[in-house]
Structures are given as structure tokens and as C-alpha cells.
Nanobody
Framework: QVQLVESGGGLVQAGGSLRLSCAAS????????MGWFRQAPGKEREFVAT????????YYADSVKGRYTISRDNAKKTLYLQMNSLKPEDTAVYYC?????????????????WGQGTQVTVSS
């Protein structure tokens, strides 16, 4: 079992950058594929990015490809999401998620464990 806590959200102007972190507790973080999802008001939760347990494989939604980078540090039990060239349409609550199945895990129901979310707001 793993517990997840996101941080790093905030308010940023369009074109700016933010880095989200997701700290995991538990001894087996390296056994989990990890993902980032986001949910804007009135919309369904949507896939953003996913990374394999080793960090060797990543996969992105088309809407963030080339702007976002997912990474992980298994020694620190932390997942990251570097977000550059932010747009107002990136505004959402961002969630990290974990599951023991093999990636790419691009559907929310594939994940067993979720954090509480962190708000990202991009102003125009």
C-alpha cells in the first residue's frame, strides 16, 4: 500500500512554469507505475502523463506533450511533473496516482491509489 501527497500547485501567468511533486510513503514505491491526472471544474478527470516503475518509459496526453515532463526519484519516493509554457486551459486540480500494473496506464480507473490533489491556476 502507498499513500500519496501532492504539492507545488499555485497561481501562475500564461507561459510560466510550475513543478508539482508527489511524495509517497511506504516501502515499495519503486514497484508502482505512477501517473498524473487533472480535473477542471465541471469536467471529467483526464490523463496527463504516466511513468514506469524504473522511469524508463513515459507517456503523455497530446495536450501536454512537449510542455510537460514526468519523472521520478525512487530513492526519495517522489514523483514530479515539470510543467512549462502553461496555458489557461491547464487550470485544474492535479492528482498523482499509483498502481502495480505495467504502464502505460492512461485511464483513471486503472489506478488503485490517489493523492488529494493540488490546485494549478493559470491566468491569461
Amino acid at each position: 500500500q502507498v499513500q500519496l501527497v501532492e504539492s507545488g500547485g499555485g497561481l501562475v501567468q500564461a507561459g510560466g512554469s510550475l513543478r508539482l511533486s508527489c511524495a509517497a510513503s511506504g516501502r515499495t514505491f519503486r514497484n508502482y507505475a505512477m501517473g498524473w491526472f487533472r480535473q477542471a471544474p465541471g469536467k471529467e478527470r483526464e490523463f496527463v502523463a504516466t511513468i514506469s516503475w524504473s522511469g524508463g518509459n513515459t507517456y503523455y496526453a497530446d495536450s501536454v506533450k512537449g510542455r510537460y515532463t514526468i519523472s521520478r526519484d525512487n530513492a526519495k519516493k517522489t514523483l514530479y511533473l515539470q510543467m512549462n509554457s502553461l496555458k489557461p486551459e491547464d487550470t485544474a486540480v492535479y492528482y498523482c496516482a499509483a498502481d502495480t500494473r505495467d504502464p502505460p496506464l492512461t485511464i483513471a480507473t486503472m489506478y488503485d491509489y490517489w493523492g488529494q490533489g493540488t490546485q494549478v491556476t493559470v491566468s491569461s
